[in-house]
Structures are given as structure tokens and as C-alpha cells.
């Protein structure tokens, strides 16, 4: 690790520890904070199929991921602050094997970097059943949606207002300015994924309404300035059919057009997953269209809102069409709580290649996961993820992601 992030994580440690000594008078401040420790190790490679690729990109490294967060000052409205500290360590990664995502690039030598570090720092207001957010942020929207698919979070930095404030109705809205990768230091600019267009302005808001118990809608709206933006309404029911049965529908629909001086763009977005659960089973069909000439509008590096998108493919080109077929079982039903087996194919078509002709992809995932239910490891994960993918296209990808995880509360 270098100096410089040494220096950062003990400021970040150190203030924290002065911060809660500072505060001990706000008793709700204090009494309703919470921190924890999360260490990661990460193991990723990927190996390129189709002639002429590179051989594969693979590292090994380690995650550690500070949480701290207060509680509120006591009055009609409530102040906080929470931070985020984040480590990554480099522990194996061999020439020629780097560009995993999981650590900053290192231009000098074309592998990567030993060490990166980032700190996150959230001021927050709340009144009554509406919350404010300043600084430092991670959360899903339908429109925005942050990336943890990697060694370290994606977050992003701006604001937002979260209102519960009616039964059942949960509204939001919010302003991005930048956006700081997975494994990058330095927040920058959003950038359209495959269409291209940068800017330093994403807006959004929206709500769901729980309708009943089993039902809900949603509609959201997300403007990229200048780039595009995006109308976005879904709805999720679930039937109960009888003792350990129930069918869930989650139905999504995205229209997406031009913003500003932004070139023309065209892309409407129609997914649906129909998933039947029976005691310990669950299977899942699912259905994916673009239509227009554009590929599905999204911030670069964050995650799209799409059902078919999975470990790798978004399956979201142009005119695309895909089809998905899933399995999960829960291991608890027979007497072994915390394994969970996840298996699950998607097929493309429709897509239209520079080269001619009809584009066709297909991807195959497999998750197995355990999580340790009690004893001195208890929380601990350990979760191997497989891709396996083929396109007349695109890459040809197999590629394997081993990751343990840890998590220890501090108080």
C-alpha cells in the first residue's frame, strides 16, 4: 500500500473514532450507530475464446470495506453523517493478465495497480419519514443503478430524497454529478453506455406504490443531460397458489429518447420474468425486446435495469431479442441452511451486425453460494460464479469468479 493511501485510511479511522467522541451528547446519534468491517477476496478470470483475443485476464485480490454510519440527532429534523472507506490490494496478477475491473489500471507497466483506496462521506437529514442524502452514494433505482459486481462498490456523488411519508408510497427523487468506478479513485464524468455522450448532470425521481401485499408499480424518469433520457414503469405480483407455491411477475418497460443536442437516439425497452416457486425450487422464464434503431441507453459502468441482464450480457443491441430460462434451489429444505445453487441460460437474436447478416449470442450462468449460519465463522460467504458465453458477434468468454466474503460488526 502506498503512503499517501495509508495516510488516508488512518485519517478515515481516526475521524470516525473523534467524531463519535465529539457526539457523545446526541444519545440518538450515538445509540443508533452502527459500524462494520467487511473484508473481500476476489478471485476473477476470464478466458477469450474467439481467434485472435488475448489469452485471458486474471487477478487475485483483496477488498476491505469500512461502514460507518450515525444515527440521528434528536429534534423535529435529524443530522447524521456516514462514511465509507475502501481498500484494494493486489495479490496476483501476472503480465499480460490485467483489465478484470477489479483494480485501477496501471499505465506505466500496462498490468495494474498494488493498492488503490477511496473514502466516502454522506451527510444525511431526516424528518419524520423523509430522508436527505448528501455526498457519497450507492443505491438502485430503475434509471441508476449502482455496480457491486466487482472487488470495491461503484458510488456515485450528488443527492437524494427518499419519502415514506404515505402508507405503502415510496417516492424519490435525486441529482448525480459524477461517478467513481469500481476500481478507480477519482470520480469523472457519466458516460452512455454504447451510445457514447458525456455529462456531468444525471437527474431522476419516481415512486412505487404498494398497492396490496402482492402487488406493486412502479414509474421512474432519468435524464442523462444532454445525452438522454429515459421513462421507465414496471409492476411485480406475486400470486400465492397453495402451500410453498406462488407465481411472481415482474414486468418492465423503458422508453428512451435523445436529450439536449445529443444525437438522435430511439430504443424502447419490454422485459418480463415469470419465476414459480415451489417449496425449495424455483423456475423462471423470462422475455427481453428492443425495439428502435439504438442499443437500451444506461450509465457506462453502472448496472441496467434489464431482465436479462446477468453475469456478462446485457443482451440489450438494437432490436434484440432473448429469452431466459432459470433454476434456483435452496439447500435448507434438505437440512442444509445458507447453500444455494443458482443455474440460468440466456439466447439473443435479431441483432443487427456491422459485417451483415443475423447476430446471435447466448450466456449460461451457475452461481453456487454458502453462507455459515453460526459459530465462530458465522457470516462468512463463499460463492463460486461461472459464465460461459457465445456470440457470432462479440467475445467468446468462459470465465470464473471465486469470492469470499466476511463481515464483522464493530458495534
Same mark, same amino acid.
Given at each position: 500500500m502506498t503512503h499517501n493511501n495509508q495516510k488516508y485510511v488512518c485519517a478515515l479511522i481516526f475521524g470516525s473514532v473523534t467524531l463519535t467522541q465529539g457526539i457523545t451528547a446526541h444519545a440518538d446519534f450515538v445509540a443508533d450507530s452502527k459500524g462494520e468491517l467487511e473484508g473481500r477476496n476476489f478471485y476473477f478470470n476470464r478466458d477469450f475464446r474467439q481467434e485472435g483475443a488475448r489469452d485471458k485476464a486474471e487477478e487475485w485480490a483483496q477488498g476491505l470495506l469500512l461502514r460507518l454510519r450515525s444515527g440521528?440527532? =434528536?429534534?423535529?429534523?435529524?443530522?447524521?453523517? &456516514?462514511?465509507?472507506?475502501? #481498500?484494494?490490494?493486489?495479490?496476483?496478477?501476472?503480465?499480460g493478465t490485467a483489465g478484470t475491473g477489479l483494480l485501477p489500471a496501471d499505465r506505466s507497466s500496462g498490468g495494474s495497480q498494488d493498492d488503490y483506496?477511496?473514502?466516502?462521506?454522506?451527510?444525511?437529514?431526516?424528518?419524520?419519514?423523509? $430522508?436527505?442524502?448528501v455526498?457519497?452514494?450507492?443505491?438502485? &433505482?430503475?434509471?441508476?443503478? =449502482?455496480? &457491486?459486481?466487482?472487488? /470495491?462498490?461503484?458510488t456515485f456523488r450528488g443527492g437524494l430524497l427518499t419519502s415514506q411519508e404515505l402508507a405503502g408510497l415510496t417516492l424519490n427523487a435525486g441529482h448525480i454529478d459524477r461517478?467513481?468506478?469500481?476500481?478507480?479513485?477519482?470520480?469523472? $464524468?457519466?458516460t452512455g453506455n454504447r451510445i457514447g455522450g458525456t455529462s456531468n448532470s444525471f437527474n431522476f425521481g419516481g415512486g412505487d406504490y404498494q398497492v396490496t401485499p402482492q402487488l406493486t408499480l412502479s414509474a421512474h424518469y432519468g435524464q /442523462? $443531460?444532454? #445525452?438522454?433520457?429515459?421513462?421507465?414503469?414496471?409492476?411485480?405480483?406475486?400470486l400465492p397458489l397453495g402451500t410453498g407455491q406462488s407465481l411472481k411477475s415482474d414486468i418492465r418497460y423503458a422508453s428512451s429518447r435523445e436529450d439536449g443536442s445529443f444525437?438522435? /437516439?430511439?430504443?424502447?425497452?419490454?422485459?418480463?420474468?415469470?419465476?414459480?416457486?415451489?417449496?425449495?425450487?424455483?423456475?423462471?422464464?423470462?422475455?427481453?425486446?428492443?425495439?428502435?434503431? &439504438?442499443?437500451?441507453?444506461?450509465?457506462?459502468?453502472?448496472?441496467?435495469?434489464?431482465?436479462?441482464?446477468?453475469?456478462i450480457g446485457d443482451f440489450a443491441n438494437a432490436r434484440e431479442r432473448s429469452w431466459q430460462l432459470r433454476y434456483d434451489y435452496d439447500f435448507a429444505a434438505l437440512? /442444509?441452511?445458507?447453500?444455494?445453487f443458482m443455474s440460468r441460460y440466456v439466447s439473443g437474436d435479431n441483432v443487427e451486425r456491422a459485417a451483415g447478416g443475423e447476430g446471435k449470442e447466448w450466456e449460461r450462468n451457475t452461481d453456487i453460494g454458502y453462507v455459515v449460519q453460526s459459530g465462530a465463522l458465522k457470516n462468512l460467504g463463499v460463492k463460486w460464479r461461472n459464465a460461459t458465453v457465445r456470440s457470432n458477434f462479440g467475445n467468446d468468454l468462459d470465465e470464473n469468479r471465486l469470492i469470499v466474503s466476511y463481515t464483522v460488526p464493530l458495534w
Open positions: 440521528y440527532t =434528536a429534534g423535529t429534523v435529524g443530522v447524521g453523517l &456516514d462514511a465509507l472507506g475502501m #481498500v484494494g490490494l493486489k495479490l496476483d496478477s501476472g503480465d483506496a477511496k473514502l466516502g462521506l454522506t451527510a444525511k437529514m431526516k424528518a419524520s419519514k423523509t $430522508e436527505l442524502k455526498g457519497s452514494l450507492f443505491f438502485k &433505482d430503475p434509471v441508476i443503478n =449502482a455496480n &457491486d459486481t466487482r472487488l /470495491l462498490p461503484q461517478i467513481k468506478a469500481n476500481s478507480s479513485s477519482d470520480f469523472t $464524468e457519466m /442523462l $443531460e444532454n #445525452v438522454y433520457q429515459q421513462y421507465y414503469g414496471g409492476l411485480i405480483h406475486v444525437r438522435a /437516439l430511439d430504443n424502447t425497452a419490454f422485459g418480463s420474468m415469470f419465476t414459480y416457486r415451489l417449496t425449495a425450487h424455483a423456475f423462471g422464464v423470462g422475455y427481453q425486446r428492443m425495439n428502435g434503431d &439504438d442499443p437500451f441507453p444506461y450509465i457506462a459502468g453502472s448496472d441496467p435495469y434489464l431482465v436479462n441482464f446477468i453475469q437440512g /442444509l441452511p445458507g447453500l444455494t
